[in-house]
């Protein structure tokens, strides 16, 4: 049995290291020996530093019509982060899960006290999450198993599809511009 709390302030300990994401993934796996925790390292062929968890979940992670309208939105360069996560909710393209049925695909996003966004991945099943942790490692990991600064209030949302995602992400880049 590990505890948690230590696990979630050691990961964010880890973080301000400033490791890179190679030696964050090799550090978190050491954390196993102290911790015994089940965090798992998802192997990626797209650059680990060049993406983070929301341009993950929206599929848009080494994805060129994503990059071309970061770079057609020049010089504001409107990202798939806080901004546009936020902008999501209000134009109500995320519909929040509210009564306990999310399911494998769902999101699971994280916030922290102030209900400001914090962190997104995917649910691989009912206790199991898919994230990129910033610009450092992807992994798979238990609901709580991620660093302290995510939070711990946790909201389920329906997923989006990729070629819905793009189209709104360019609507997002064209009114942010």
Known sequence: ????????????????????????????????????????????RIWL????????VMGFAGNATYSAVIKKASPKEPFAGKDFFNWLVINKHLIQIMDG??????FIVYFNSYDEFRHIGILSDKRRVKSKWGQLGLYEHEVFEVPASYGDDIK??????????????????????
Do not use: W
């Open 1 to 44: 049995m590990i505890n948690l709390n230590l696990l979630r302030v050691a990961l964010d300990n880890l973080e301000k290291q400033g490791l890179d994401a190679f030696r964050h993934i090799d550090a978190v796996e050491g954390l196993k020996t102290k911790f015994h925790h089940s965090i798992k390292e998802i192997e990626s």
């Open 49 to 56: 530093p060049s993406f983070t968890c929301l341009v993950y």
């Open 101 to 106: 049925s999310e399911s494998v695909g769902d």
């Open 156 to 177: 389920y949302f329906e997923s989006i599809k990729y070629d819905v995602a793009i189209n709104i992400f360019k609507h997002f880049a064209a009114e942010v511009v």
